[in-house]
């Protein structure tokens, strides 16, 4: 009922830029807040940054004060702003968002009005040194 599209992976030198963009679709009645989280090779998924729809922003350790997460209500979109990326920054991230289902006949009558997590397909970010 509900699909997150992520682009704007790709490949960048250290001390790079990318933007990644997320976009929000479906039977969507609002979005309580939107993250992005990544995942490494042989590692567990690691959040990244969080964006509640009033606009609160929250960052782990790791990306802070490189990496910054935007949102735009209106599109059901959220962006992450990365900056002097390393190779380590190397991963699939993942947009995730908890949204809450419309009363839409599209949707299952169980399901409707009711909060789901949502995950995209994820996109491969590549930092060569």
């Known amino acids: 009922q509900v699909q997150l599209v992520e682009s704007g992976g790709g490949l960048a030198q250290a001390g790079g830029s990318l933007r990644l963009s997320c976009v929000a679709s479906?039977?969507?009645?609002?979005?309580?807040?939107m993250g992005w989280y990544r995942q490494a090779p042989g590692e567990q998924r690691e959040l990244l940054a969080t964006?509640?729809?009033?606009?609160?922003?929250n960052y782990t350790d790791s990306v802070k004060g490189r990496f910054t997460i935007s949102g735009d209500n209106a599109k059901n979109t959220v962006y992450l702003q990365m900056d002097s990326l390393k190779p380590e920054d190397r991963a699939v991230y993942y947009c995730?968002?908890?949204?809450?289902?419309?009363?839409?006949?599209?949707?299952?009558?169980?399901?409707?009005?009711?909060?789901?997590?949502?995950w995209g397909q994820g996109t491969l970010v590549t930092v060569s040194s």
């Open positions: 964006i509640t729809s009033g606009g609160s922003t």
């Open positions: 995730n968002a908890n949204v809450r289902l419309s009363f839409s006949p599209l949707v299952p009558p169980s399901l409707r009005g009711e909060y789901l997590e949502v």
């Open positions: 479906g039977s969507i009645s609002s979005i309580n807040a």
